[in-house]
DNA sequence: ATTTATCTTGACCGTTTGGTCAGGTTAAAA
DNA sequence: TTTTAACCTGACCAAACGGTCAAGATAAAT
């Protein structure tokens, strides 16, 4: 018997190595996200999953494929947050919601946006792929609509990727730098309320700045 | 003899040192920008300096000892670039100069900001205190003058950290993330009309978001 | 009860790591 | 010219690295 109880037919192995899964998971980001993919170590993943280091092996073959399967759970989530940017309805909204919804997501998961920061700082070597493929072809489809917002007169003429650029850095500011906001902040990490002000704070300004209010 | 010449008074032995402690020292940040501190190595560090690994520690005692001699220079640069936020003057001048100079430095020292990056992303466990006194006290100082100028009605009552926020990450982020913003235009570095565009980008939409134009 | 498939792990392997060092070269000083 | 101080570097080392493996433990299937 162990923590995880069985159903019947082998759930308790499937149980086992679903927790065993999550765990490893959990650590490989956590130590990704401060090392980037070649300063992490597989010891010390083991060590933060409490697991021994073979049995990582036995989980995840290389090192490489616990970093790819990282980076899939990261690549799914921002889809998540890219789905609220829809192009129908009010552009103030949207923009408010695609803001608001990656702000979210660099509270509810700062590691991966700190694993992505890491492997677009190296060069994207690993998804590189996915960059130029899913991502730009979400992005270009975005400037599209932005720009007949623009041509229908519902705000300023700014260029549509200075625009997007500057909320992916801006929103992500607040996971990756978020040591040294905590800093800034007195070593206090920002409250709920602390973080719920500068969301609205960033909304405000680029709606503002690009004319939507 | 060698391609550096004697002039008198053990000036070839200087201009040696000093030779060979900028190529260590430019390939040191290009390694640390691409790895951070615990992924870069030393023997990578002597291939890009074209040195034996064996003069790199001549030069440098530890690998630690380089880092923090690369943070030093980058905090340097970081604080000529502070300097062009002055409290004098019109607001929305300041702060143009201000976005300006950091985006100059982005584009002049990609490298700098993205070690600092790793730095802060890791946990900014080298640079904690340089974070917490010099660069916080500038911090302060200036939302002081942001705090002035919107008693004065200056300008919109914005959250001044979230608007120094908003400008530390956009303008890092076309050195941090320049690899990701280079994919989605064509695979191809931003030009230098192009870069110059999103700087007026960015000035425009912050200057207008927080009401200064 | 026995077999089978999965899970577990200490010990180990070849390679890479940061760092050392002895012995050599070069150029400035005496 | 001789001495001295600085520079140079191949060879080396202990530790840490990613990954392997054989032998054992556990639980599902027969």
Redesign the pocket.
Known sequence: ??AVK?G??????????QE?EEQILAAAELVFADYGF?G??????AEIAK????????????????YRRIMEDICDHWLEAAMTFENSSDPAEILRGYIEAKMDLSRARPHGSRVWAHEIIRGAKFSSDYISTTVKNWLDSRVVVINRWITEGKMDQVEPYSLMYMIFATTQHYADFARQIEIFNNDQPLSDTQFAEAKENVVRIILKGVGLS
Request: glycine residues 2%.
């Open positions: 018997m162990s069985s019947q037919n082998g759930a308790h192995k499937a149980a086992i190595r065993n070649k992490a170590t597989t010891a010390r993943i697991v021994p280091k073979a049995n990582v092996h036995y989980y995840f073959s290389t090192k490489e494929a616990l």
